[in-house]
């Protein structure tokens, strides 16, 4: 499985020591791993505007303008799943990690085995943390993860799911799999569900999804959905 690490540090040393801790780790436990490096908070959450899929986060709390305490009470605000890993030369700051939910505090300078014995366990609790989902097509039942699915759309008598993989052809209904999936999901349209982490951009009579699928959107529904977007997007 392919993890997504970021490492926010105003010390270009402690980024990079941390960065060939990752890289060392990944390769050790035969993970896939892309990993970004911020030189503030700021920066971090620049980027996070326009994409949002981080699972696990080395933060340093001691910063600039904006702190990592400050951070992570931002994200956590409309992200409970991000692994927090708090990373400081004080413990003063520990008591705040349980406002958070930090998963773990390590003290510099970071030692390896440490390090390694924490980010086995972020990956256990991410893999706790996702959730799937049974549909059932043609006798067949199917564990789809939730996360993946992009665009759920009706017919007559079934509906098609397409995920990020590929597709799939129900036999439901699409106001059944919308009280299914629950939050993150949008009901464009009366025949379409969209996940809103994958909406691109949102014109006037159609959404545009990242796979650059054209997804149309009623004119009653469109405020609610804009507004939706906009929320998911600003911390």
Known sequence: MEYKIAICDDEETQRSYLASLVKKWAKQEKHTVKAAAYDSAE???????????VDILLLDIEMGDMDGVELAK???????TIQILFITAYPDFIAEGYEV?????LMKPVEKEKLYAVLDR??????????????????EALRIPVDEIMIVEAFAHSVVM?????????HETISKIEELLGGG????HRSYLVNIKYI???????????NNAAVPISRRRYDMV???FIRYYTI
């Open 122 to 139: 972020a990956v256990c609790a991410l893999k706790k943390a996702e959730r799937f989902e049974v549909f059932y097509t043609d006798g």
């Open 226 to 228: 804009n507004q939706a």
């Open 185 to 188: 999901f949008l009901r464009c």
């Open 200 to 210: 691109k951009r949102i014109a006037k009579t159609e959404i545009i999804m990242d």
């Open 101 to 105: 939910s930090a998963l773990h505090y």
């Open 74 to 80: 931002r994200l956590r605000a409309g992200n409970d």
């Open 43 to 53: 920066a971090f959450l620049f980027a996070y505007v326009d994409d949002k899929d």
């Open 162 to 170: 397409t995920t990020v993989k590929e597709e799939y052809r129900l």
